[in-house]
Every structure is written in structure tokens, then in C-alpha cells.
């Protein structure tokens, strides 16, 4: 369940922007999502999925503050549960160039993982480094165009918005003690807002990109023939930033997010 959690941790922030005529502006909110399984396969060995997301996103100024919280629960065919919960917050400068992050994962009630530190980039698009404070002290360079979450979801609603159905690039969350990772974004066409009465305004509801989302091993992690992408995610999200709906493959069984409560957060006052 190690590759699962991980791939959880950077679901709902994934997302060198060009010049475009419409700015992206990501509304703060709080979201709640349930989770439940949608399909599995007889190898799976999964009888039954349940679990919530909560994602608390706010406006700093100069920055954004993410939380995140998920809680699943995995109901196995030969009988047994596992329990995981994961607790992510994340501080990332609106220029792109420094992140911070600490990460708790726990397994039926222990801890098993802390990963925490920050990362920096030298300017837009260039290198950078990570320095990890937990679990334990580690330096690992990061390549040329990575990226982190918050900006990555920013990318992708300004190509969005220009009409532009790909993108690739080098993500750095700091779920797990390792370099970036590629990321490959399918843009599809927009359509209207999929989250019934759950969202009024100011934050919606708006039309949404349906947008699939596939996540590689890191870099100089991936073994031989490994390069089918580690987990995958559709998501549909609104200009604003706002997802309403996601599934979740994780290859043999799929999970299902539904929106369920949502609130904008007040205004930072800056």
C-alpha cells in the first residue's frame, strides 16, 4: 500500500506558463470528498474501498498554504482490513521557487513515515535542490523545468484556457524522500459543472476540464521496462481551481472521489 499512499498524497495539487489574455486565479476553499471503490479486478484482491479526502487550501499573500488529510480504508477479498490515513501540509511561494512540506503516514493506527523539509528552485524553470529534515537528512538535486504542485496546477489551467490538451512535466511534492517525478496531463474538452447543488457561488459552479493525469516513477528510481506510468487520476476542475469530481487507478482496482461539502475560505486581506 506504500506506492497508494504516496500517489494519494499529491492528488488534488497536481496541476512555464506563456502569456495568455485570462490569469489564472485559484479561489481558497476548504473541499471534503468521499471515496469509494468504482472497479476491481479479480487480482486485485480488493473487496471494497471507503475513505474521505479533506483539502484546505489558503491564500498567504505571497503564498499558498495547502492541507491535506485522506483516510481509507481497504476491505481485502481474503478477508482483513487495512487502515491509512495521511496527513499533508504544504507551504508554496506564488513565484514558484520554494516549497515546504511535512507529510504523516500511518498504517492501522502506527506511524510508519514522516517526510518533511523544503525544496528551492534557482529561477523559473532552472535547477534546484531538496533537503529533507525527515525521515532522514538528505540532499537531492532537482532537474531543470520541475515544478511544484500548486504551480503545476496552474500550468495546466492556463493551457487549459489557451486550448491546449498536453503537458509534461517534472513534479516535486516531497511525498517521499526522492527527486522529481514526470507527469503527463491529457486536457479534454470543457464542459458544464458536474457537482450538482454541492457548489454555489463565488466558487461555481463553473464548467470544468476534464483533465487524466498519469504519474511516473522519479527520476533515476524507475527499474527496466518500468514505463508504464505508477498510478493515473481523472479529475474534472473548474478555472478556479476547484475539483469537482476525480477517479483514482491505481491498475487493478479504480476509486472514486465525490464531492461533498465545499466553503470558501475568507479573503487573506492582503
Not at 512555464?16 to 471534503?32: D, N
Not at 479486478?41 to 491535506?68: F, H, P, R
Not at 506564488?94 to 523539509?117: I, M, P, Q, W
Not at 458544464?192 to 457561488?201: E, W
Amino acid at each position: 500500500m506504500k506506492k497508494t499512499a504516496a500517489a494519494i498524497a499529491a492528488i488534488l495539487l497536481t496541476g512555464l506558463a506563456a502569456p495568455m489574455a485570462q490569469a489564472v486565479e485559484l479561489a481558497a476553499h476548504r473541499a471534503f470528498y468521499r471515496l469509494s471503490l468504482a472497479t476491481a479486478s479479480n487480482e486485485s484482491n480488493m473487496a471494497g474501498v471507503e475513505g474521505a479526502i479533506s483539502l484546505e487550501i489558503k491564500d498567504a499573500c505571497d503564498a499558498w498554504i495547502v492541507e491535506q488529510n485522506y483516510a481509507l480504508r481497504f476491505q481485502l477479498a481474503n478477508g482483513g482490513d487495512i487502515d491509512t490515513v495521511d496527513k499533508y501540509a504544504s507551504w508554496e511561494s506564488k513565484d514558484g521557487l520554494e516549497y515546504r512540506f511535512n507529510l504523516t503516514r500511518t498504517t492501522d493506527g502506527r506511524d510508519v513515515e514522516k517526510v518533511g523539509g523544503r525544496a528551492e528552485l534557482e529561477s523559473a524553470g532552472g535547477p534546484g535542490m531538496a533537503t529533507f529534515e525527515q525521515p532522514s537528512k538528505d540532499k537531492i538535486a532537482l532537474s531543470r523545468g520541475t515544478v511544484f504542485p500548486t504551480e503545476h496546477t496552474v500550468i495546466l489551467l492556463e493551457k487549459a484556457a489557451r486550448g491546449e490538451r498536453f503537458d509534461r512535466h517534472l513534479l516535486f511534492d516531497g511525498s517521499k524522500v526522492e527527486a522529481s517525478a514526470p507527469v503527463t496531463t491529457i486536457v479534454l474538452s470543457q464542459r458544464d459543472a458536474d457537482a450538482g447543488d454541492v457548489i454555489a457561488a463565488p466558487l461555481g459552479p463553473d464548467p470544468v476540464w476534464p483533465m487524466q493525469i498519469a504519474f511516473f516513477a522519479a527520476e533515476g528510481s524507475a527499474q527496466p521496462g518500468e514505463e508504464l506510468p505508477d498510478f493515473e487520476m481523472t479529475m474534472n476542475i473548474q478555472p478556479n481551481g476547484v475539483v469537482t469530481s476525480l477517479i483514482l487507478d491505481f491498475g487493478d482496482f479504480t476509486v472514486n472521489g465525490v464531492l461533498e461539502k465545499i466553503e470558501a475560505l475568507p479573503a487573506s486581506g492582503c
